[in-house]
Every structure is written in C-alpha cells, then in structure tokens.
C-alpha cells in the first residue's frame, strides 16, 4: 500500500501564494503524479498532472497561475499556485499512478484544504 502525505495548504488572502507538497511512500520515479482539487458541492477535477518523463498537463483555466513538479530524490511532487482567487478554494488531493506489469496503480492522498478569502 502506497502513502502519499499531503500538506501545505492553509488560508491564504486573494492574489496570494501557496505551494502543495505531497510526499510518497515509495518510489515516485516511475509514476505520474497528479493534483486534483474539488470544491464545495462540486466534482472532482484535475489540476495538473506530470508525467514520470516531466511532462507537464493542466486544466486551461489555471495555466499560468499553477506550476506542478516533482524531486524524485524526495518522492515528492509539488504544486505552486499563485495569485489565488476565492473560486481556487478546495480540498486538493495528490495522486500517484504507475505501472506493474500489465495492472495500473492508483493512490490518493487525504487531501489538504485550501480557503482563499476574498
């Protein structure tokens, strides 16, 4: 069973900065390591996504405002986010997924909140 810890969110004021953390329990180099966040009432939606070659993916709506990266030496992929809106609020979750074999792997974090106040 893989861990993953997430952490670094908080409250934070409109226009500011937080950067995600999300620390494994195995070995992040073969996988693809994703946020997710979902709000209030509201479905889970991806964020971003990096691949284990660095590839980089993100919800259009974010681009520009959120980097997603990784230290695999740490086993820990990140999440910066910049210049917060209120509509940003969520709970976000980290997501490691791998390959063994013919099966895929899927974890996910507990999920840490974010509240950007306006």
């Known amino acids: 069973q893989v861990q993953l810890v997430e952490s670094g969110g908080g409250l934070v004021q409109a226009g500011g900065s937080l950067r995600l953390s999300c620390t494994s329990s195995r070995s992040i180099r073969d996988s693809s390591m994703g946020w997710y966040r979902q709000a209030p009432g509201k479905q889970r939606e991806l964020v971003a996504v990096i691949t284990s070659t660095d590839r980089t993916n993100y919800a259009d709506s974010l681009k520009g405002r959120f980097t997603i990266s990784r230290d695999n030496g740490k086993r820990t992929a990140y999440l910066q986010m910049i210049s917060l809106k209120p509509e940003d609020t969520a709970v976000y979750y980290c997501?490691?997924?791998?390959?063994?074999?013919?099966?895929?792997?899927?974890?996910w974090g507990q999920g840490t909140e974010v509240t950007v106040s306006s």
């Open positions: 997501n490691l997924q791998f390959w063994g074999g013919i099966r895929k792997y899927d974890y």
